[in-house]
């Protein structure tokens, strides 16, 4: 689904990923673990298409087409997702205008008819169950006044409700206590299946005790510096990133 | 002689026809009032961007027309074209002026509560003078500048609402001013004087709009007197054409726990002056006001806002907020006065300038002069885009660029509609912001 080959990035003329290379399949849980300025959400935002992003060199392969060629509203027709690390604040824009808005554009992108008022106010309402989101945030502005937690669960409904093909979480579980956590957990786990890539990036193995990933890749200095299973992220979690990033370098001298 | 002294001379010119064709019909103190106007108005000139006041707004093209008063004749707007600016579900008194006249045809006055006038202002000064004398030109005063003497040496029109003491008008009264081809090249002077005696209540929405496009010259004035207790809500509507000069003034005076709430709305005109001065005379005064600007092309508006807080306890609320496109101007300048009486004033003023293009630009300007030292003062100026983290947010959930600005814009923009209390009011003019945005389906389709 996902093929990224040799990706360099800068952000603001500064080079952040050097040469990152990975492969995702439909139906696969990959975690994306490394310690801070590795690179993490550089990879997310880059995926996102956010345009202070430059790919300089690399590319970046979903579902058979150049993915850095859309524009990041072209990308999120096509089924690719970002949980924000920081979902941002729209004051005099509701929800749920927002909501309707992005799910429409999904689903004619997808051939499917747009929802009419009743049959989208049902699906909000369960998907809501699921992000544990109480019906007045439908209501109010996009984020704002919301705390980080109540932020997190919005992006969870966002992701149940646009069914992308490709979730990219990004430090979806920072800052989050054990009940939103699990919330983030059972939205992830409720979206998995053979048809979709979920690509969680995240500091913590924390999160990892609830969504289990079929692979798990260690980013250090802008690379994949190992790639394991769930085994590694235990590890990490015991021993810290100091001694994988050393390997990593030794691998490359 | 150069051009803008030409320009002037056809001012004059009006003037001194005006004054013979009034001369025997007007009563005495209003004649005075009227030389005193013209005087003024003859030794001030018109202002120049080398007075502070007028820095960023150059009025040289008004000058320059030589506007010339329009003819007294209400006929000529047709019924239907009117129909498409009366608020939908607003029931109410409906004051008609065309070309600055008033036409009572056109116009339907509803039942009033005893004690409440709402007339011609031309019927007033000839029925009912004495009652007017101890306001007309005196709220506006001599503090302001040349336009509004020229208004007051000219007004021949407008409305008169005297509310008195504890009368509640409960329908707002709609004044619609329209200007037809016929007012071509002319100028227009309406002007409102509205008394609202103690514990009296209404709402009045001043409504400026075109016909036809042609390019004339609306030169505005309104005066409030808000007594002891009182509440006037008032709003300014500018819809004119986009080639349209409009220089508007609403001069107030507040009584002791009185309230002014005032909205100013711009949406169309080619060069817009407004000035909004109220005096908070009394202890407990409250004053709101709120004003949007909505400019493309090569649109100008300048908003200057002169609240003095005379005496304690007074408190004002500013909120204005501005969206500018193409190579649109906008000026705000807004100044707060706190007298050395005025303790436990609470003064707030916010002012948000939206740029939509690279060649826009807003300049803002806040003024606060404090004289008491208990006193609560705050206020915040923004010039900015729109914020590009909210964008690449819509985008990425696959809402179109183009439709992620328009629903941003019209987010920044109703802000500052949320606050008007009447509905249809609020809600004509949300329709009308999504018809300005550059993709109103898309934006519409979402609300």
Redesign the interface.
Known sequence: MLSIKNLHASVDGKPILKGLSLEVKAGEVHAIMGPNGSGKSTLANVL????NYVVTQGEVIYRGKNLLAS???E???EGV??A?QY???????SNI??L???LN??RK?RGESELDALDFIALVKERMKLAEIPEEFLYR??NEGFSGGEKKRNEIL?MAL?EPRLAILDETDSGLDIDALQVVARGVNALRSPERAIVLVTHYQRLLNYIVPDYVHVLASGRIVKSGDRTLAQELDRQGYGWVAQEGAAASA | MNPVNEGKAAYLDTLAAFARQTETREVLWLRALRREAAARFDQLGFPTTRNEEWKYTDVAPIVRAGFTSAARDPAGADGAQLSRYWFENLPGHKLVFVNGCFSAERSRLGALPKGATVASLAEALIRQPQALEIYFGRIAGESAHAFTALNTALAADGVYIHLAPGVQVEQPIHLLYVVTPAAGSKMLTPRNLIVAEEGSRAAVIEHYVTLGAAAYFTNALTEVAVGPNAAVEHYRLQEEAGDAYHVGGLHARLGRDSRLTAHAVDLGGRLVRNDVRAALEAEGAECTLNGLYVVGGRGHVDNHTHIDHVKPRGTSREFYKGVLDGRARAVFRGRIVVHPDAQHTDARQVNNNLLLSRDAEADSQPQLEIYADDVKCAHGATVGNLDEDALFYLRSRAIEASQARDLLTYAFARDVLARIALAPVRERLERRLIESLMHRAPVEELL
């Open positions: 996102a298409g956010r345009e524009a990041p509203e990308r999120a027709r997702f970002l924000f979902p941002v604040e729209i004051p005099g824009v205008y927002m309707k808005a992005a554009a999904v992108a502005s996009v966002q646009l």
